[in-house]
């Protein structure tokens, strides 16, 4: 989508290997999130940033941190990833009054 | 938990008919209920959203009604088009700052043409 992406867009890895998803937009929004989605589940939001270096816990955050040293960049780490975290990873942005999320096209996490 | 419950799960409809999916929430200090639309690959797009002050919203062929005592809100797809063949996600939202959005588990509507 215009004025974010995510890379990679697909990427199988090894049980208790380290993953890192890089979520880059160009709109200079405040606000970015990670979600990911699975069947039956919806989007379930993992982390939010709502400013450089500023960053909360979603919903289902076990497993995962965040970071965020610019504006442009949110980054998405598995620190030791399980095969429970086989998912599909939406990044989405909104800026402030802006009520309706851009997402990224996702990237598709298989582990092995 | 805050919860968004949606239904069905699968819809099938005939073209020219009209496809509807229903949600409902738990949450009370929800402000915002947007209806998203997603194609395969694709990450979901912005379709429709609605406030609570008002009960009913129309864009084209899509129509969100909502009622607050209910704590329901519902799409409408009028006229369904073999093209509105996708997922579609409701959500919801609450408060100030960060949206973030809540969402359905999804429905995935095929249009027969």
């Known amino acids: 989508d215009a004025g974010i992406t995510q890379s990679p867009r697909h990427k199988v890895t090894e049980t208790g290997t380290p993953v890192t998803l890089r979520c880059h937009q160009t709109?200079?929004?405040?606000?970015m999130y990670w979600y990911r989605q699975d069947p039956g589940h919806g989007l379930r939001l993992i982390h939010y940033?709502?400013?450089?270096?500023?960053?909360d816990k979603g919903e289902v955050s076990d497993g995962y941190s965040v970071s965020r040293s610019k504006t442009e960049d949110f980054l998405l780490t598995l620190e030791s990833a399980t095969s429970s975290q086989t998912s599909v990873y939406f990044c989405a942005i909104t800026g402030t009054g802006n009520y309706g999320y851009t997402f990224g096209s996702g990237t598709r996490l298989t582990v092995v | 938990q805050q919860q968004v419950k949606q239904s069905p799960q699968s819809l099938i409809v005939q073209k020219g008919g009209i496809s509807i999916i229903n949600c409902a929430y738990e949450?009370?200090?929800?402000?915002?209920f947007p209806w998203y639309q997603q194609f395969p690959g694709k990450g979901p797009a912005l379709l429709i959203a609605?406030?609570?002050?008002?009960s009913e919203k129309k864009e084209g062929r899509f129509t969100i009604s909502f009622n607050k005592s209910a704590k329901q809100f519902s799409l409408h797809i009028m006229d369904s088009q073999p093209g509105d063949s996708a997922t579609y996600f409701c959500?919801?939202?609450?408060?100030?700052?960060?949206?973030?959005?809540?969402f359905g588990q999804g429905t995935r509507l095929t249009i027969n043409p």
């Open positions: 609605i406030r609570p002050d008002v």
């Open positions: 959500a919801a939202s609450g408060g100030q700052g960060a949206q973030k959005l809540v």
């Open positions: 709109e200079n929004h405040r606000y």
């Open positions: 940033s709502y400013g450089v270096k500023d960053t």
């Open positions: 949450n009370t200090a929800f402000d915002y």
